[in-house]
């Protein structure tokens, strides 16, 4: 009896240690989810939403602490932002739309990863599990607080504010639209490369597709980005193409014009980026007001903004990305005073492998 009893007391015992670790693993509270998806190879058909990820918290895991994928050099590291979504806003449905796509093009191993505000992040948990579920493929997920990240990069989004927002001061906001700028900051240091994305974007390619484009990367640049497709910085460099009649900022890229970029789809060279006293240089508030003033530019749509402006100073430091990796549909601009002009910018003869549902307008179906 003394022997069965010792037997029966350390079951006991081991039972209640594997509930103790299994509520705290699947207990999340508000804290960081990282999706950790296993046996690629399982049967299809047996997947259910409950049984397609398992979900690991971590309690407060930093943005900028290092979880390591397995075999990291494998992954392709892809970002987005997803924030203030309400459960049945039509952002959650341009998100569904991206991811789908994403995944179901991709013949790689993708890190996910998603800056979000808590409620955003529960909508976005359940879209992307659906989606693995539909697609068949896997990947991994993080999750970074925007409000975290906000303050992290405080001391570049009060630089960038005055000059690249439509209304300075609503300092959340701000963040929102400038984060790219600090991402070397915020991505784990294992992370050499990676891409981000608007939500309202559908891919028709493989991402592998996509990151070829660092090996046309000249030896000096830190980003890539594809031309815009509208006049919007012709209005805006308005005072200064004024005082410069010549110049070929603002022009169409058909006459060999100066367009500027949109920041619908950025690369990043994250491991230069870290390396570059002149990118530090550059995003101080006396270098950006400098460059401002040079070009007469205020402008209303964030890091974009910087982006175009630096690439009329400083254009070895900007890969020009082909359009078809950021084909906007946005047409705003042709119906305020651009009609006649218009279509020269918003020509791509290229092979469309992203879609731009920029504006709001809808993604074609295809």
């Known amino acids: 009896m003394p022997l069965l009893r010792k037997v029966l007391l350390r079951f006991t015992i081991f039972v209640l240690l594997l509930i103790a670790l299994y509520c705290y693993q699947t207990s999340n509270g508000r804290h960081w989810l990282v999706f950790n998806l296993q046996n690629r190879n399982a049967n299809l058909a047996n997947l259910t939403t409950a049984s ?33 979504v309400a459960s049945n806003s039509p952002m959650r449905r341009k998100f569904q739309i991206f991811t789908n796509s994403l995944l179901r093009f991709a013949s790689v191993d993708i ?7 808590d409620d955003s992040r529960d909508i976005a948990a359940i879209v992307i599990q659906n989606v693995m579920v539909n697609t068949g493929k896997f990947m991994k997920v993080f999750y970074y607080n925007v409000h975290q990240l906000a303050e992290q990069l405080e001391d570049i989004v009060s630089v960038m504010s005055p000059h690249f927002s439509s209304k300075p001061g609503t300092y959340y906001s701000d963040a929102l639209f400038f984060i790219s700028l600090g991402l070397h900051r915020i ?27 660092f090996n046309k990367f000249g030896k000096e640049a830190l980003f890539g980005l594809a031309p815009e497709l509208t006049p919007v910085y012709r209005h805006v460099l308005y005072l200064y193409r004024n005082k410069h009649p ?20 950025i690369l990043f060279n994250l ?15 006396d270098n950006v007001k400098a460059m401002t003033e040079k070009y007469h530019f205020k402008g209303h749509l964030g890091d974009q903004d910087f982006y175009t402006l630096l690439g009329m100073e400083r254009p070895e430091l900007i890969h020009m990305v082909d359009c078809g990796w950021n084909r906007q549909l946005c047409t705003w601009w042709r119906d305020r005073g651009y009609a006649d002009i218009f279509a020269n910018y918003s020509e791509c003869h290229s092979e469309i492998k992203l879609w731009h549902g920029n504006c709001n307008t809808p993604i074609p179906n295809d």
């Open 111 to 117: 890190a996910f990863h998603v800056i979000s505000d």
């Open 52 to 84: 397609a990820a398992t979900a690991y918290s971590v309690n407060y895991l930093s943005s900028t602490t290092n979880i390591i994928p397995q075999n990291r050099t494998n992954y392709y590291n892809v970002w987005c932002i997803f924030t203030k």
């Open 271 to 285: 491991e230069r980026l870290r390396e570059s006293r002149l990118y530090n240089e550059i995003v101080n508030k």
């Open 246 to 265: 010549m110049t070929m900022f603002g022009e169409p890229r058909h006459k060999g014009g100066y367009p500027g970029f949109n920041s619908g789809m």
């Open 187 to 213: 991505a784990p240091s294992y992370q050499k490369l990676a891409a981000m994305f608007d939500a309202d974007m559908k891919f028709r390619r493989d991402v592998k597709d996509l990151f070829e484009e």
